[in-house]
């Protein structure tokens, strides 16, 4: 029986070393605040970035459209000329003589 104390003594020992360990390596309320207060807020920069970034690329597009349906040079209307109809025409062949009572 005394045996088994003693095991079970040192069982208990390991398993308070083995919690001990668990418990350094969990992380505390004073690390999760010092985290906190050294990420920067995200947010509003991320905001801004997007925003920004919407507006330049608006912009963009819109002055890309208005230059490319202006035209490119002065416009300077262009005559028009009418010229006279073409006319093909075709020579058709004589009509073969039929004899007459038939």
């Known amino acids: 029986m ?3 104390i003693e095991k079970l003594e040192i069982d208990v020992a390991a398993i308070k070393v083995d919690v001990a ?3 350094s390596n969990y992380v505390s309320r004073t690390d999760i605040a010092d985290l906190r207060r050294d990420m920067p807020k995200p947010t509003i920069t991320l905001h ?3 925003t ?3 507006i330049g690329l608006f912009i ?5 459209y208005f230059i490319i349906s202006r035209p490119a040079g002065p416009t300077v209307p262009v005559p028009i000329t ?3 109809p073409i ?8 009509p073969s003589p039929v ?3 038939k």
């Open 99 to 101: 004899a007459p009572g």
């Open 60 to 64: 963009g597009f819109g002055g890309l």
């Open 48 to 50: 801004k970035r997007i």
């Open 82 to 84: 009418y010229s006279a």
């Open 21 to 23: 360990t668990i418990l």
């Open 52 to 54: 920004a970034t919407l």
């Open 87 to 94: 006319i093909i025409a075709i020579a058709l062949p004589a």
């Open 2 to 4: 005394e045996q088994r």
